[in-house]
């Protein structure tokens, strides 16, 4: 059985202001082991009770979140197996804590945007190659998401509109993307009322898609030959499937 990091954890920011993370195993690689144990940590230390290792997700309320507010906030969701020897292995996510500002509070509005990357992927059988960022500002009416190679950083655009008190979000690309290229990403926010634009970019590395067949294959949920018709039907070429 094999033992490795947690993969596909996902952060989200709820109306409450608390982070909800979901993770599970690495199943590209066979017959995964389920740890014994797992618990979040943050820059300050373990962030939640040392759960059973069947636990998939968990909630970390704003009190928490609090002193990253306004901040691109690194952690790990991380796996126990117990020994002896003990082996604990871990996976990093980052995501942006909005917040930071309040209506008397006299910063200038909006606020700039903070930017983080939230997840990259090869190309599959469901998806082109793509990127997710994720953004924080405070008090914008509206906005844009320019981006786009780093020779055209805006050849594409995507508007983005306040919701609610929500000042936040996140987006995923819309257009294939070349693997193993940068792309920029810029953010621009506007307050109509005090008639203020500003704005911060990233520049992130596109994911290199997978060469091997096999491993295509395994991330598209096909074990066996037996398995290719239906994913496959309308394929001309594996090859040109796996980008």
């Avoid at 914008?140 to 508007?159: A, C, E, K, V």
């Avoid at 257009?175 to 009322?193: E, G």
């Amino acid at each position: 059985m094999s033992r490795k990091p947690p993969a596909n954890i996902v952060g989200t920011i709820t109306d409450e202001g608390a982070l909800h993370l979901e993770w599970d195993l690495d199943r590209f690689f066979p017959d995964p082991e389920e740890p014994d144990a797992v618990w979040v940590e943050l820059p300050h230390g373990i962030a939640t009770e040392i759960m059973d290792g069947s636990v998939r997700s968990a909630d970390l309320p704003q009190a928490v979140l609090q002193p990253y507010t306004g901040t691109l906030l690194t952690g790990d969701v991380v796996f126990k197996w117990n020994g002896p020897p003990d082996d604990v292995q871990a996976g990093a996510f980052q995501i942006v804590v909005p917040g930071g500002g309040s209506p008397g509070n006299p910063e200038p509005v909006p606020r700039v945007p903070v930017l983080g990357l939230v997840d990259r992927q090869p190309k599959t059988l469901g998806h082109e190659n793509l990127i997710t960022i994720s953004w924080a500002s405070y008090s914008y009416t509206g906005g844009t998401i320019f981006w786009g190679p780093d020779d055209q950083p805006r050849l594409y655009s995507h508007g983005i509109d306040a919701s609610g008190a929500r000042y936040s979000g996140t987006f995923t690309t819309d257009h294939p993307l070349r693997p193993r290229t940068p792309y920029r990403f810029l953010v621009q926010v506007t307050n109509a009322f005090e008639h203020r634009t500003v704005e911060a970019q990233i520049t992130i590395e596109s994911a290199a898609n997978i060469r091997s067949v096999r491993q295509f294959l395994a991330a598209n949920g096909i074990r066996t030959p037996t398995g290719l018709r239906g994913p496959l039907a309308g394929v001309r070429s594996l090859r040109a499937a796996m980008g």
